[in-house]
Structure formats: structure tokens, C-alpha cells
């Protein structure tokens, strides 16, 4: 849901980057290739969005080598990514993390490349700091949960990719709600 919602705030005429979705993938709800749960093509069909194409894709090696940003929904998902690259340290986030950081950093300059921008918001970061959960950094997940729980989580990873794409795009602080 997370990797639609942040295509859309970020599609041409703004195309700063290319968004791709995957995952951890945990063998006993879901494995490589399945289509998304239909609560969660649901929910985001109030927000135009149709998803049930996307298909289920584990992470690799492939997937982060080149990435300019890597994003997790939660601690758990960035440590993943870190142990399998570890040069992506710098550009793996969570959602929350980035746009909590970013907001502090400021928004992206005019001109400045997006990897510039994402060096700014890592500075200062430590490694410990991804230990353990926290309610702070990591969005829970609603799989198995109920057609309001995707609902609900939703409409927040809407709001979270907004404020994101405009920090990226280097416009003031919720600029593109509203829009798309």
C-alpha cells in the first residue's frame, strides 16, 4: 500500500523517482507471487488507486543494490535490508523515521540530488538506534487484521507519503495534501 500511495504523490509531471514495492515475505501468510489481500486492494481504492496487479516480491540483493532510497515500514524491515547490503545504511529508513528526520533536516534544496538530500537526514544516525521495535519508527502491519484495520492504516501511510513527497520534492510542509 505504502509503495502506491508514494508512486502516486511522486508520478509524472513530478517522476523524481521510480518506486518499487517488496518485502520480507513471512512463509506462513504469504509467499512470493500472491496477490494482494483484497481488504487491501480496498482500501486504496478510495484513493484511485488499483493494486490488484501488484504481486508479492521478497527482497534481494538486486532489489537494494542501486537503490537511491530503501524504505521499511518498520525496524524490522530496514534491518533486513542493511544485513543483506549493508551499503544501503545510509538510504534505509523507515517511513516514519525518514520523514521524521527530514522534517527536522528541512526539505530538499532546489537542485540538490535526491542522494545529497538523503546523506543530509542519515547524518548523525547510529546503527543501535534500529535495535529492537518502536511505535515511534515502525507502522504496523494490518495483514490478518480487519477491512477497517487497512482502512485505517491506509489513510495514515496516505498522509506519512504525502508529507515524504513533498519533503523530497523540496515543497513546504503538506503542500500536496489535498492534490492527487
Known sequence: MAGALLARWLAPPVALVAVRSAGLLDEGLIQEGEPPRPEAVAALTGYGLDISGHRSHRVTVADLSGADLVLGMSRAHVRHAVVLAPETWPMAFTLKELLRRGEETGPRRPDEPLADWVARV???????????????????????????????????LDELTSRLAGLC????????????
Do not use: I, K, Q
Request: proline share 11%; charged share 25%; glycine share 14%.
Open 169 to 180: 520534492l523540496g515543497l513546504p510542509a503538506d503542500s500536496l495534501r489535498g492534490e492527487g
Open 122 to 156: 542519515h547524518e548523525g544516525r547510529e546503527r543501535p538506534a534500529l535495535l529492537g521495535d518502536s511505535p515511534v519508527d515502525d507502522v504496523a502491519d494490518p495483514m490478518g487484521g480487519s477491512a477497517p484495520a487497512y482502512a485505517d492504516t491506509a489513510a495514515l
